[in-house]
């Protein structure tokens, strides 16, 4: 009777106690099913916890229970542990006080991280004004950390075999070091250092198997001595060297600190600062050996901050935008919590709607967020880019503020200062001595080999097909690039309008009007859905011209672009129709050039580059300098003009650039880097001899309370009044103006001389239209263009099918898009091919014949809209050519001025060449032209 009862009464008990568990799961967020006396524990794979939470989270979503077998609500997305542990700080303030958490504390509740309420606030104020005082009114720490990377470095140099060095033990002591003098005012030797090897050890197992108390005692034992001999020679009156010295200081006058928090605190600092820290670096190691380009990156601008030199501070960081973003997405990476200290609620209260009773543990869980957040788009990439804004300089303020290996709120590890300091300072020094790859080099090697060779034809398939490409070269062995042009269209008929070519970075190719159109001005605009084709490439060659890193207006992208386009064509706006300046500077212009063509004597055979050179170099220099060259003393404009030409001819030749796009660190070698780069950079250094010394004469005499008169003085007065307006910018704009229009322009009216002495009927009609309305000696003005339909028309015609540019600059995705329902990725090259469309466009039938009534209706009068909008020479959308209206005004003024004053035939006994040269642009050759004086 005795036992059924006692079975009654166990039977009753154990039901009672499953209907109360199943009842009291009702309080918490839905998760997976728990079992009674168990939970979840037999049901999930602790060794892979982060895993199993990210599979909960996408089954329950970002609020749910899981049972160890007591109820743990998890929260797995930002904006829901932003609100528990920061808006809602107080609520979620408690810690667990049970075991495990307790075997960490020396007394009850006592410490920093697992102790809570009143001891808590006490402890974390007198730690985290200890480490502000080490960190900024002395700033100890960042020498501490300096010098403890100093010995770091010369443990390594000291190691002879660097071909197999494995890091854990050399990481493991400077972060070692740095936590023991912070705390007790002591390092260790690299050859004596057992003692610390074996505490880190200990504390692994310990971490491991929390079971096993052994490891904890002899922990505890090491920190007691460590505290015991700070405090050894140390008097209250004496300034701290270290923490315990500190700690014990305040002990004197605040009750609330004691000896055994004291204890307790170096537990706390030592737990969290010894492994976390070390364990990111060495994620660190591996993931730049697997990232080289990322590490060259990061080496380029650590010479060019710190120096080869230089001991890396804290006032290097601003400097060091791509260090930074590396730094940040390593720790983003690595994420190395895969499960969030505890916390407690110590009152009902809710997130983002949901219930979560008083007294409840949770996990806020950082490690989710940084893996799975939809902000850190690919997760599993490690690509520091994301921590950039698409000026490769400029934060990206939802990333960054996404980020939280530190946890969040009150709560927050109060050692991040110190870890930040650890990590700048151990990533700079590792990677500005030494450059990291992975052991048995062929073996890796080979593996990375076919790794890249999988992945480089898998990723292929994310781009619009086009011509076979190979690994390391794409099509660089297969293209013609002296003869691109002609490449395009015949790719253009085998894989449509929309193609990728490989160079070998991969370029997306657009050769018809509708696609490039929707591309570069329908996608292509100011507003924020729709700029998708707004970027730059942002690498060599585009960034040989810039003055400052992504300065100027061609090569420039992000907020810096808008700001300098807009001032600017504000600045040429004003010249070009306010006061009329840039006219009355073409016609000026206009007059001496004619007067130089007056003065040659042999006009039977005059080869006419180098006037028509000067003549829209001087205008060019009169907008930008207020200044021009005499003709008979022009050998300094025509050297510059020579360098320019032998630059971009040499450049579009070298397939080693397009390599270095792919591969920057070539750009680095020996001999190769010079061929790739560093031959090119010798090569502008006169051209930017050249232009400062001509910003300088435009500034000399100058002071902004004057009227300008050129470009720059200009661009100087508005520098007063706007903060993104500065000198070295004023420099790269001048680079740009310079670059893109001096040749351009130049180049064309070279071709309109040969295709108007191959085309006499055209060029009669055109000199008739002249007479009629300009008269023998008027000077054209932008009133007569309108009265000039066939003028008009010629000069468009010539445009087009001088068509000068085999190759557009390119843009670059700033976000996945598509053209014509053709998808193309983020971040990829695209070239909107317009030479292609004025050459081979429906619209432009027989597009080799130069005919300018393609341009007007049959009435001879009334423009061919078509046609008109066809037209593209200066491309098209917000990135087009920013002096487009300059070199308008200088192909109509020149035009009607060579045609108004002489007739142009071939030189006697030669026929004129029509066949261009490939040297970035399609140059006619120099050839000699007669010039036939119109008698008035």
């Not at 001048?734 to 351009?744: K, P, S």
């Amino acid at each position: 009777m005795f036992f059924l009862s006692v079975l009654l009464f166990l039977t009753t008990a154990l039901a009672v106690y499953i209907w109360r568990f199943y009842e009291s799961t009702k309080r918490y967020p839905k998760g997976p099913r728990p079992y009674p006396f168990v939970g979840n524990l037999f049901t999930m794979n602790f060794l892979k916890i982060h895993e199993e939470i990210a599979k909960f989270s996408k089954e329950y979503g970002n609020i749910f229970t899981i049972y160890l077998p007591k109820p743990h609500v998890v929260i797995t997305d930002f904006d829901g542990v932003n609100e528990a542990f920061v808006k809602k700080g107080d609520d979620f303030i408690g810690r667990s006080g049970i075991f495990p958490d307790t075997i960490f504390q020396n007394i009850e509740n006592g410490g920093v991280i697992f102790s809570q309420g009143e001891n808590w606030r006490e402890q974390r104020r007198a730690a985290l004004h200890i480490l502000r005082d080490f960190g900024m009114g002395k700033n100890l720490m960042e020498e501490q950390v300096l010098v403890s990377a100093q010995d770091f470095l010369a443990h390594l140099a000291s190691i002879k075999n660097k071909d197999e060095v494995f890091l854990r033990t050399p990481l493991q002591v400077f972060i070692g070091n740095i936590i023991n003098e912070t705390l007790f005012g002591f390092r260790y030797d690299y050859d004596n250092c057992s003692r610390m090897m074996n505490a880190a050890d200990e504390l692994n197992v310990l971490t491991e198997a929390t079971n096993n108390g052994r490891p904890y005692l002899q922990l505890r034992r090491t920190i007691k001595e460590d505290v015991a001999r700070a405090l050894e020679s140390y008097s209250v009156d004496q300034e701290p060297e270290c923490l315990v010295q500190a700690y014990y200081q305040k002990m004197q006058s605040n009750p609330n600190l004691n000896y055994e928090n004291l204890l307790n605190v170096c537990m706390d600092f030592y737990l969290a600062g010894m492994e976390t820290t070390t364990t990111t670096l060495r994620w660190a190691s591996l993931l730049f050996a697997s990232y080289p380009d990322v590490q060259e990156k990061i080496r380029e601008e650590i010479l060019r901050v710190v120096g080869p030199e230089g001991k890396p501070t804290s006032s290097h960081r601003p400097k060091m935008p791509y260090t930074n973003a590396a730094i940040q997405e390593l720790q983003r990476r690595a994420n190395i919590l895969p499960l969030n200290v505890v916390h407690r609620t110590v009152r009902d209260t809710s997130v983002k709607g949901v219930e979560i009773p008083a007294d409840t543990h949770v996990l806020g869980e950082i490690h989710q967020i940084m893996a799975h957040s939809p902000v850190f788009k690919d997760g599993h990439e490690f690509r520091p880019e994301r921590f950039l804004m698409e000026d490769g300089i400029t934060p990206n303020k939802e990333a960054v503020d996404l980020l939280c290996p530190f946890s969040m709120g009150k709560r927050q590890c109060a050692g991040e200062a110190l870890a930040r300091v650890e990590l700048f300072v151990g990533v700079v020094t590792l990677l500005q001595n030494y450059r990291m790859f992975f052991l048995s080099v062929l073996l890796f090697l080979t593996t990375a080999l076919a790794i890249y060779i999988w992945r480089f034809y898998e990723n292929t398939k994310r781009y619009p097909k086009g011509p076979r490409p190979y690994p390391f070269v794409g099509n660089l062995l297969t293209l013609d690039f002296f003869k691109i042009h002609e490449e395009f269209a015949k790719l253009t008929k085998e894989y449509g309008s929309i193609f990728t070519i490989y160079m070998p970075k991969p370029h997306v190719v657009i050769t018809d009007f509708d696609g490039v159109n929707e591309a570069f001005v329908k996608k292509g605009e100011f507003s924020i859905d729709c700029d998708d084709f707004i970027g730059r490439s942002g690498i060599f060659p585009d960034t040989l011209f810039q003055n400052v890193e992504n300065g100027g207006v061609i090569f420039s992208q992000g907020e810096n672009w808008r700001e300098q386009r807009r001032a600017s064509l504000h600045i040429l706006r004003d010249f070009g129709m306010g006061k009329n300046l840039m006219e009355e500077q073409v016609l000026l212009s206009a007059q001496d050039f004619l007067a130089h063509l007056a003065s040659i004597k042999n006009k039977d055979e005059i080869c006419l580059r180098e006037p028509i050179q000067v003549f829209i170099a001087n205008i060019i220099n009169k907008t930008l300098y207020g200044f021009s060259y005499e003709y008979d003393n022009c050998g300094r404009l025509m050297k510059a003009a020579d360098e320019l030409n032998v630059l971009i001819e040499s450049m579009k030749s070298n397939p080693l650039i397009f390599v270095g796009q792919l591969f920057p660190i070539i750009h680095r070698l020996p001999v190769i880097g010079h061929m790739s780069k560093g031959r090119y950079v010798d090569m502008t250094a006169g051209l930017r001899r050249t232009i400062r010394e001509d910003v300088t004469r435009a500034l000399e005499s100058y002071t902004p309370d004057q009227e300008p008169e050129c470009l720059v003085q200009a661009y100087y007065q508005k520098m007063q009044s706007n903060s993104h307006l500065n000198y070295e910018n004023l420099l790269n704009v001048c680079m740009d103006f310079y670059t893109a229009g001096m040749e351009t322009t130049t180049t064309t009216l070279r071709w309109a001389s040969l295709f108007f002495a191959t085309h006499p009927e055209v060029q009669e009609k055109i000199r008739e239209e002249i007479l009629r309305i300009v008269g023998p000696e008027g000077k054209p003005t932008s009133s007569d263009r309108s009265k000039m339909p066939y003028t008009n028309a010629a000069i468009q015609e010539l445009q087009r099918r001088a068509n000068i540019l085999p190759m557009n600059v390119v843009h670059r995705t700033v976000r996945d898009t598509s053209v014509k329902g053709v998808k193309i990725p983020a971040d990829t090259h695209v070239l909107g091919e317009i030479h292609q469309i004025m050459a081979h466009s429906p619209v432009f039938k027989d597009g080799h014949e130069f005919r300018p009534e393609r341009f007007l209706m049959e009435d001879g009068i009334t423009p061919n809209k078509e046609a008109v909008d066809h037209l593209c020479p200066f491309s098209m959308g917000k990135r087009q050519c920013a002096g487009e209206a300059l070199a308008r005004v200088e192909l109509f003024v020149g035009v009607v001025t060579l045609l108004q004053n002489y007739r142009i035939e071939p030189a006697k006994g030669r026929k004129v060449d029509l066949e261009p040269i490939f040297a970035g642009i399609l140059l006619p050759k120099r050839q000699p032209l007669r010039l036939i004086p119109i008698v008035q």
